[in-house]
């Protein structure tokens, strides 16, 4: 079993609709979990983290984590053809730890 | 705020040719850095990091170096390039030793072996 699952999609959704993405991991010591957006032929840039369980939001994004699923998410509200790109879940178990476990991105397209 | 600056950003070279991308960061003092390799439905694999000058950890075996030579600055190299060696090549870094997790990528490097 992989240490992060993502499925790699694409995600096709129409302009204004909530886009809804998700990651599964393994590792029961993951602590921090990121979501990365990254443009075709850029780099990824870091959206936001979370520690632990909960939900954290910023602006249209919501990122939430289920510790006991094993099983996190990202929303992304009145999406925008400026959001179409692939979204990047990383994860890592303590501070300090330099090793990210990323999954392999999940392509979304938003279409006008 | 800080800037990550990574060249060149495309580069195509023959088989068997040496290698240097550099990456340098602006903004900040004794960042962490990383160097990641990412290959098509492959995803991002961590290829070096390094927590201070002249300290470099390395992740995978293979025909590449790092080097840490000041403390803002992070080199990739290669004596002899592979036609596996491809791909798209992300320098990041973060804040420090605890916040590690919180890794800012360049805008890469586009390695075509031919």
């Known amino acids: 079993q992989k240490e992060v699952e993502q499925d790699p999609g694409p995600l096709s959704v129409p302009e204004g609709a909530i886009v809804s993405l998700n990651c599964t991991y393994s590792?029961?010591?993951?602590?921090?979990f990121m979501w990365y957006r990254q443009y075709s032929r850029k780099g990824p840039e870091l959206l936001m983290y979370?520690?632990?369980?909960g939900n954290k939001e910023d602006g249209r994004f919501t990122a939430q984590v289920d510790k006991s699923s094993k099983y996190i998410s990202l929303f992304i509200r009145d999406s925008q053809p400026s959001d179409s790109a692939t979204y990047l879940c990383a994860m890592s178990p303590w501070y300090g730890n330099n090793r990210l476990a990323f999954g392999k991105g999940n392509q979304v397209v938003v279409i006008p | 705020s800080q800037t990550i600056h990574q060249w060149p950003a495309t580069l195509v070279q023959p088989v068997g040719s040496p290698l240097s991308l550099e990456c340098t960061v602006e903004g900040t003092s004794n960042p962490n850095l990383y160097w990641y390799r990412q290959a098509a439905g492959r995803g991002l694999q961590l290829l070096f990091y390094?927590?201070?000058?002249?300290?470099i950890s390395s992740e995978v075996p293979q025909n590449l170096s790092a080097s840490r030579p000041q403390d803002r600055q992070f080199i990739l190299s290669s004596k002899k390039l592979l036609l596996s060696d491809s791909g798209f090549y992300l320098c990041?870094?973060?804040?420090?030793?605890?916040?590690?997790?919180?890794?800012?990528f360049g805008p890469g490097t586009r390695l075509t072996v031919t």
């Open positions: 390094s927590v201070g000058i002249g300290q």
């Open positions: 590792n029961s010591a993951f602590q921090y």
């Open positions: 979370t520690y632990s369980s």
């Open positions: 990041a870094w973060s804040p420090g030793l605890a916040e590690t997790y919180e890794q800012y």
